[in-house]
């Protein structure tokens, strides 16, 4: 019989052995990409004058900083970039700064408005019984 | 490794990982979101702690810690370390969209896949990750609400992020 859940997760980690997917560049690069990706990200972060740290308790994550949202956002795009296999130039390295940049220029001109900050900062605490 | 010896083992460093993470990122001390704090108030008035309340009612209603290790699992499941990743950024956009001020869940899921990739030497597959999560999440939600807050709740005292201090 047809065990569709068994063959649909067998099919989409056939080539998984490794932990890295389908991607045709080498671990090695790929982990490359990644440290470019975060280090290209956070630099200009800070040339855009980004804070390096968040505001002290760290409870509140949406006062950007270089540190928090930006690499984050670096390497999750480029993740979806490798396991496309779409790789670009010089195994990924020119992809990696592009994504780097960009995710920084993100962060510091269109966060706020892709990402509103809520209206009621302490939401969930001025409740009445 | 055996399949059911390798759940357990998932199970309890899953639970580690989400406590720990979720803990340290002050979800007991406060609750993050609107119905965190209905979940915490009605789970004192039945007996349990408010600190652990408050961190059931923060796992219930936004993304946090124990979302990010199961997300991470199936993703690197189905994409291996980048898709550990991918999970993890998906979780920061569910945070924004939730109005959810924390950390936890993007750290969360990024730490489980670290763990994933550490443990997949020793034979830990992913699903077992998945299964084991599922059971973790079970501990604290399913069996006894009022008993798991007030172990959470010394969990909490014990790094020094209890809510009434």
Known sequence: MFDLMYD??????????FGLSNITIGAFDIALAYIVAILCSIVVALVLKIPLLPSKPYRYSFDVSAIYPTPIIAVGILSIFLVLNYTFMYNGLVLAVIIGVLSALFVKYLFDFVFPKPLDENAGEDIDE | MNEVIGIIIAAILCWLNFVIVDTYFGLPE???VRGASIIGKDIEKRGGDIAGGFFQGNVLCSPDASAGTLLASIGYLLLGIPGGIIAAFLVFIGNRLCADPGYAGTVGSLTATIIIFLTSFIGLTPEMFIVGMVIAILTIMGIDQTRASIV?????KKFNRHARE
Do not use: C
């Open chain 2, 30 to 32: 406060q609750p993050g």
């Open chain 1, 8 to 17: 649909t997760i067998f099919f989409a980690s056939k080539v998984n052995f």
């Open chain 2, 152 to 156: 959470l709740g010394k969990v909490a």
